[in-house]
């Protein structure tokens, strides 16, 4: 139970930024799109610490949560460094 918890409390913040992140940066209008993608944090950020007590073993949760969140820092890098997304300012 404390390998869980540990992970919905480390990993879930930062996977729900992951997620933010990426679904800002993909939308259409940037400057429209941004601020209700930052509103959604909170329930995406609830949804993800309670989906790391679901599985079986402290293990499981860290391994899938922390891979996700690597994944999704991995793929914001690459979208940036590529060019093939730009931040509106």
């Given at each position: 139970?404390?390998?869980?918890?540990?992970?919905?409390?480390?990993?879930?913040?930062?996977?729900?930024?992951?997620?933010?992140?990426?679904?800002?940066?993909?939308?259409?209008?940037?400057?429209?799109?941004?601020?209700?993608?930052?509103l959604l944090?909170?329930?995406?950020?609830?949804?993800?610490?309670?989906?790391?007590?679901?599985?079986?073993?402290?293990?499981?949760?860290?391994?899938?949560?922390?891979?996700?969140?690597?994944?999704?820092?991995?793929?914001?890098?690459?979208?940036?460094?590529?060019?093939?997304?730009?931040?509106?300012?």
């Amino acid at each position: 139970m404390w390998g869980k918890s540990f992970a919905a409390a480390l990993l879930a913040p930062l996977l729900a930024v992951a997620l933010v992140g990426l679904a800002a940066l993909l939308s259409s209008n940037q400057q429209r799109d941004t601020l209700p993608a930052l509103l959604l944090f909170f329930p995406v950020l609830v949804a993800l610490m309670a989906a790391a007590f679901h599985f079986k073993s402290g293990l499981r949760a860290w391994l899938w949560m922390g891979g996700a969140t690597l994944a999704g820092f991995g793929l914001l890098i690459a979208l940036k460094a590529s060019g093939l997304v730009r931040i509106a300012a």
